[in-house]
T-cell receptor, first 111, second 113 residues
């Protein structure tokens, strides 16, 4: 069964304290791995798609990496405005577009 | 311009009532989805339509019925609402051709009392 597990569930950082979020997955043929950011009371906002092991993508203070079993979202020198829930999802190959989500990591960055 | 818009944003209703949530996208995407997010923020797919055709129908009670009048609209009708239906419902759209990530709406918080 396709499954996504994210860790930790919650993470508190001081401003400027870099860290990483983990997304472990099992899927019957990976078509893509997606990262989203969700702010309270809003819908998830697309960040990155990764397609194959070894791929990396960056956006401002965020960098996503992918291996055959997991993905990391590295946050470098975070700011309070990076506080949000970060969601990881996988799409299996041959799929109908369905995304399977992890339970998310809630990040709080304190000034 | 809002890319994926849902109405209403909040919905409070009594058990046993019937209610609908509407969704519209102006991105030209060919696929639309309904997801349910529970109190632990876990997002789970309910339905998906591609060009008005139902392509995903997860294990969802028959009380939930999606309808897609055209590829820009996907509505969700819920009959005989139960307490356990309380959740946030998200509409999303994507392009199967480009394999792009979903664009989500802002959600509808349904509270059944």
């Amino acid at each position: 069964e396709d499954q996504v597990t994210q860790s930790p569930e919650a993470l508190r950082l001081q401003e400027g304290e870099s860290s990483s979020l983990n997304c472990s997955y099992t899927v019957s043929g990976l078509r893509g791995l997606f990262w989203y950011r969700q702010d309270p009371g809003k819908g998830p906002e697309f960040l990155f798609t990764l397609y194959s092991a070894g791929e990396e993508k960056e956006k401002e203070r965020l960098k996503a990496t992918l291996t055959k079993k997991e993905s990391f979202l590295h946050i470098t020198a975070p700011k309070p405005e990076d506080s949000a829930t970060y969601l990881c999802a996988v799409q299996a190959s041959g799929n109908t577009g369905k995304l399977i989500f992890g339970q998310g990591t809630t990040l709080q960055v304190k000034p | 311009d809002t890319a994926v818009s849902q109405t209403p944003k909040y919905l409070v209703t009594q058990m046993g009532n019937d209610k609908s949530i509407k969704c519209e996208q102006n991105l030209g995407h060919d696929t639309m989805y309904w997801y349910k997010q529970d109190s632990k923020k876990f997002l789970k797919i309910m339905f998906s339509y591609n060009n008005k055709e139902l392509i995903i129908n997860e294990t969802v009670p028959n009380r939930f019925s999606p309808k897609s009048p055209d590829k820009a609209h996907l509505n969700l009708h819920i009959n005989s609402l139960e307490l356990g239906d309380s959740a946030v419902y998200f509409c999303a759209s994507s392009s199967r051709q480009t394999g792009s990530g979903y664009t989500f709406g802002s959600g509808t918080r349904l509270t059944v009392v």
